[in-house]
């Protein structure tokens, strides 16, 4: 894995528009990046037939060191350990406060629980296996974890095998109370007692695990277009940001999305249809963040080669046009002419506008994009 050397035309027009852009080449792309740390993330392969890597890397030095520090020697992302999983991983999220993983995907019915190794080891060994309910590739099974509980997690299929299992006795100790066989697209906590959970049809259910029948559900998002399929992403109090104001934000692959406030669940409080050219037809890859630490701004990818940031101030209840923000093309243009997808993107947890994005053509994005200042 290195960074590449870019002398091309869309990098010298386009370098200008970042404050910091770094390109990796994976050995194999990923369609997760997890955060394990500050300084830390997990990337693992998705490919068929085939054992994938799981690996931890440490940032380079130069997107952790403090300003004016100077030159800094370490400028690759650095392998500290690593693994390897018979199946395809699809999802993966790290247990917060622990050296706990936890991986799933379409080739079994289970949740595989990975432990990083100590440190006289570079080794990520699986160590257990949940029982998951999953049905088949396009219903695999989703899973969550928060900071306020790491000896359980959600996950899920369809509605109605939603559960909240502990860890160590593999007992599942919530079950979401619902019987639709809709399939889930993802699911978040919200903090240790209530999360979320979306259809793939758009429906968001919300849940109090403290009442066993405390399930609130929004209105069906309008699903005018056969085949059309929805995702969600949750803004977090402890992001950092303002807590008024929508906070659940709906993304559908025709580049319809809509903004619901979880203190009034009924219906959307904002509406917009983004600006794609063609419908997500890898709807499981598509992607919709809140900026941890912009207001307002979230980011959109999965149906291209791009990953699109919006500011969503200005939108209101009736759906209406918009524009991005910010693009970044940097995946799509260094593979012209193929059919190139953007499998994951996160933010930064730290740097207001610093993203990680990847690719399937196993590159690797690190980016830190310029603010816009208005002319008016």
């Known amino acids: 894995m290195a960074e590449w050397d870019w002398e091309d035309e869309w990098f010298l027009e386009s ?19 997890e955060w394990t740390g500050e300084k830390n993330i997990c990337v693992a392969g998705y490919e068929s037939f085939k054992r994938n890597e799981i690996l931890q890397l440490l940032l380079p030095q130069k997107l952790y060191a403090k300003e004016n520090q100077g030159l800094c020697p370490e400028r690759d992302f650095k392998v500290e350990h690593g693994g390897f999983s018979d199946c395809p991983v699809y999802s993966l999220k790290h247990l917060p406060n622990t050296s706990l993983l936890l991986t799933s995907g379409p080739a079994e019915n289970s949740i595989q629980v990975w432990e990083t190794a100590a440190e006289d080891s570079d080794a990520i060994k699986p160590i257990s296996n949940i029982y998951a309910e999953s049905k088949g590739e396009n219903n695999w099974t989703k899973i969550a974890t928060t900071s306020t509980n790491s000896s359980c997690v959600l996950h899920g299929s369809a509605v109605n095998n939603i559960h909240i299992t502990e860890l160590e006795s593999k007992k599942s100790v919530y079950k979401l109370g619902e019987n639709s066989s809709d399939a889930i697209s993802n699911l978040n906590f919200l903090d240790c007692c209530t999360f979320l959970v979306c259809t793939v049809k758009g429906q968001l259910y919300l849940a109090d695990t403290r009442e066993a029948q405390s399930v609130m559900k929004s209105r069906a998002t309008p699903s005018t277009l056969s085949g059309e399929r929805w995702c969600m992403g949750v803004k977090h109090e402890l992001q950092g940001v303002s807590t008024t104001g929508p906070s659940v934000a709906s993304l559908s692959s025709e580049g319809r999305m809509t903004l619901t406030d979880v203190r009034n669940f009924s219906v959307p409080v904002k509406r917009a249809n983004c600006s794609i050219q063609e419908p997500g037809s890898n709807w499981d890859l598509m992607c919709i963040a809140w900026a941890p630490l912009l207001d307002d701004s979230l980011s ?17 209840v009736s759906a209406a046009e918009v524009e991005p923000i910010f693009i970044h093309k940097g995946h799509a243009i260094t593979c012209p002419g193929e059919a190139l997808l953007v499998t994951a993107h996160v933010w930064h ?10 690719a399937s053509d196993g590159s690797l994005h690190v980016w830190d994009w310029k603010e816009i200042q208005s002319t008016d």
Do not use: M
């Open 300 to 316: 959109i990818s999965g149906f291209n080669g791009t990953v699109q940031i919006y500011d969503s101030k200005a939108w209101h």
């Open 15 to 33: 370098i200008k528009l970042y404050k910091d852009l770094h390109v990796f080449e994976l050995q194999d792309p990923t369609r997760v990046i």
């Open 349 to 358: 947890p730290c740097k207001p506008r610093t993203l990680l994005s990847s």
